[in-house]
């Protein structure tokens, strides 16, 4: 009953589509919840894999495909995951990867972070500046106490967050090799969210082929998450704040709480979402600082694939952005 498939990541790089994609297909079992998690988070692994399946994989019957789409198993605050699926897998898993334009998916996230989170105060320049001036000095302990959820108590936690969540994930070329160096290229399959905003069905046949699944029209009206913000600010300022006390998150994340969570979620956070227009893309000499940053990691990762990656290193027209997830309607914004 172990998950034989994981959409590992990235975050902000289609995952909404591509779990629309296999929710709806009859040969594929998906947990109610997108994101369990559970080689992330430390406290959820302590719990065990039988309190993993019975949770998450109970109903999946005779599914041919059992999917887990944790992505941020791609981000500095899921490498463990790696080999912790490794080591109780009897089988080599089947693995996704869906990659944007780096600069594209870090300024997603940030807005995300930004509009959605409250979590970030700084703009966007800023906030990459300290990100690229602490990513050197973060370590896997860093990291450890970040992904808690305390990474806004502090300066240092959320300059951990802003590499682990805006920059690290870009690194491409690290996160095929750390994934099809553990579990075989054969195993891997790299999707990117352009060639889904382009040809979503030609991307489809693809996944379904690699899962081994029948082929499936792509139903009409597939499409990406539409980018919220929030009504009131300083509300989710407030409930960040609270969680950020460990005696508060240590009470709501016991298991028999669940649905208490899940109703103040949707009590207090989603209906404090609002759509968000667009918003004013990055400032040219951040881009330029990223696109430098990024070089090395898109050469590595064109060698890896054997593909030309040269759109991601070309001028972009940075305009109005609609956030996000990545856009799968004809001619949308590439953010």
């Known amino acids: 009953m172990l998950p034989n498939f994981f959409h590992a990541g990235v975050p902000k790089s289609a995952s909404a589509t591509v779990n629309t994609l296999l929710r709806n297909h009859p040969e594929v079992f998906l947990p109610r919840q997108k994101e369990p998690n559970f080689f992330i988070r430390d406290d959820n692994f302590v719990k065990g894999l039988g309190w993993y399946v019975e949770t998450y994989f109970a109903a999946a019957g005779d599914a041919r495909i059992r ?45 995300m972070a930004r509009d959605k989170g409250q979590l970030d105060r700084l703009d966007f320049a800023a906030a990459i500046d300290r990100a690229l001036a602490a990513g050197p000095a973060i370590n896997k302990a860093d990291r450890r106490r970040a992904r808690t959820g305390t990474y806004y108590a502090s300066d240092a936690d959320m300059d951990v967050y802003r590499w682990c969540m805006y920059v690290e994930p870009g690194h491409y070329a690290d996160i095929y090799e750390a994934w099809a160096g553990t579990f075989g290229t054969d195993n891997v399959l790299v999707l990117l969210t352009e060639d889904l905003a382009s040809d979503l069905q030609g991307q489809a046949d693809s996944l379904c082929d690699f899962l081994g699944i029948a082929r499936r029209p792509v139903e009409a009206g597939t499409r990406a998450n539409t980018a919220t913000g929030l009504r009131y600010p300083a509300l989710r300022r407030m409930l960040n704040r609270l969680y950020a006390l460990g005696p508060l998150r240590r009470v709501l994340n016991r298991p028999e709480l669940m649905q208490l969570r899940k109703m103040l979620r949707r009590r207090l956070l989603s209906a404090n979402y609002v759509p968000v227009e667009g918003r004013s893309g990055p400032d040219p000499a951040t881009v330029e600082r990223l696109r430098a940053h990024y070089a090395p990691q898109v050469e590595r990762l064109e060698t890896l694939l054997g593909r030309d990656l040269s759109r991601w290193r070309g001028d972009a027209a940075f305009k109005t952005v609609s956030g996000g997830d990545a856009a799968t309607r004809p001619g949308a914004a590439p953010w």
């Open 67 to 111: 999917g887990d789409m944790s992505i941020g198993h791609a981000t500095g605050f899921g490498f463990d995951a790696i080999d912790r699926i490794a080591g109780l897998m009897e089988a080599p898993p089947k693995i996704l990867l869906t990659f944007r334009d780096p600069i594209a998916r870090a300024f997603s996230q940030y807005g």
